[in-house]
């Protein structure tokens, strides 16, 4: 069966530190890889995606994922984070060919002055 | 950016009542609409996919009777919960992409709060 795991629940760190969101999934075809920020009460929103072409894809808020075919993985990473990036982040995967997105089961990011 | 609305952002509602909450691409036609549910500190889960015009798909074990979907027009989409049941509290969130394809970016509403009492 097709699924996104996100490795760590929650993701404790200081301000200006760097962060990583780790996130794998599980396919045997290709994929379009996504991650979501959702903050409190409120819907998603893209922080990027990976369609094809350059493994290393930037986002918005200083964000960057790279694409590890070989792992199967999307990790994501800030190399300096601010308090004003809490939040709970998303991996999603499409599958090629299909029409649905598989969430992971998200990951706190939680960031202390 | 594409902004996607949802309402009411909050309702409560007495067990037995239904409910409809209102889906709405403000400023692009929606060819395709996402309705999904997020229990607490867990992921989204995909309800049912709809596209304009045409009967919804709904994910397995999601009862179609009771989470009624219609997509009247490119870019309004609702989901009727009928008799709702304290179990049917959730936040429910929509989501909309102009393509509908895979590599299609969907955005996402802002969620409804259903309580049910």
């Known amino acids: 069966a097709q699924s996104v795991t996100q490795l760590d629940s929650q993701v404790p760190v200081f301000e200006e530190a760097p962060v990583e969101l780790r996130c794998n999934y599980s396919?045997?075809?290709?994929?379009?890889l996504f991650w979501y920020v959702q903050y409190p009460n409120q819907g998603l929103q893209l922080l990027l995606k990976?369609?094809?072409?350059?493994?290393l894809v930037k986002g918005i808020n200083g964000f960057e994922a790279e694409f590890n075919k070989s792992q199967t993985s999307f990790h994501l990473r800030k190399p300096s984070v601010h308090i004003s990036d809490t939040a709970e982040y998303f991996c999603?995967?499409?599958?090629?060919?299909?029409?649905?997105?598989?969430f992971g089961a998200g990951t706190r990011l939680f960031v202390k002055a | 950016g594409a902004v996607v609305s949802q309402h009411p952002s909050r309702v409560i509602c007495k067990s037995g009542t239904s409910v409809k909450i209102e889906c709405r691409s403000l400023?692009?036609?929606?060819?395709?609409m996402f309705w999904y549910r997020q229990f607490p500190k867990k992921s989204l889960m995909l309800m049912a996919t709809?596209?304009?015009?045409?009967?919804?798909?709904?994910e397995q074990g999601v009862e179609k009777d009771k989470f009624l979907i219609n997509h009247a027009s490119l870019t309004l989409s609702t989901l009727t919960v009928t008799s709702a049941h304290p179990e049917d509290s959730s936040f429910y969130i929509c989501?909309?992409?102009?393509?509908?394809?895979?590599?299609?970016?969907?955005?996402f509403g802002p969620g409804t709060r259903l309580t049910v009492l």
């Open positions: 990976y369609l094809s072409g350059s493994t």
């Open positions: 989501s909309a992409s102009s393509g509908g394809g895979a590599k299609d970016t969907q955005y």
């Open positions: 999603a995967v499409t599958y090629t060919g299909g029409f649905k997105t598989i």
């Open positions: 709809s596209n304009e015009g045409s009967k919804a798909t709904y």
């Open positions: 400023d692009f036609q929606a060819t395709t």
């Open positions: 396919s045997s075809v290709s994929v379009y």
